[in-house]
């Protein structure tokens, strides 16, 4: 029989009953990331366009990443919701920096802001 001590570093550990706010948004964006990046180096459409579709490329070859909470674009700066990129590449590198942001907290403020936004149109 096989020990699994050996194996594993196991803990007796339970999983929360309850989720904070901050984690689940956190998730959410990091998930919707996570399917950019796919479809770009799946190249399934040349770039991840399309109406969920947050990488484009303009008419004179610049691309841009333009992120989403929901189907709410992410205000990153005041009135700016893109970062410009030189190649599909840095687009790619880009979408790994927003993740690698996330799942350090530093997007929370951003992430919240847009979340209260999406809520606010609930109430009307």
């Known amino acids: 029989m096989v020990t699994l001590e050996k194996q594993f570093t196991l803990e007796a550990a339970e999983k929360p009953k ?19 990046i796919a479809k770009l180096v799946d190249g399934s459409s040349g770039s991840a366009q399309g109406k969920a579709g947050w990488v484009w490329q ?8 333009s992120p989403r909470y929901g189907r709410t674009p992410v205000e990153l700066a005041p009135g700016m919701n893109a970062i410009k990129c030189s190649s599909q590449e840095d687009a790619a590198k ?3 920096k927003l993740k690698t942001l996330t799942s350090e907290g530093k997007l929370d403020g951003i992430l919240e802001a847009a979340a209260s936004e999406i809520r606010s149109r609930f109430g009307k």
């Open 94 to 96: 880009n979408l790994a």
């Open 58 to 65: 303009s008419d004179d070859g610049t691309w841009f990443v």
């Open 18 to 36: 309850v989720t904070s706010p901050v984690h689940q948004r956190r998730q959410k964006f990091i998930t919707a990331i996570d399917k950019q």
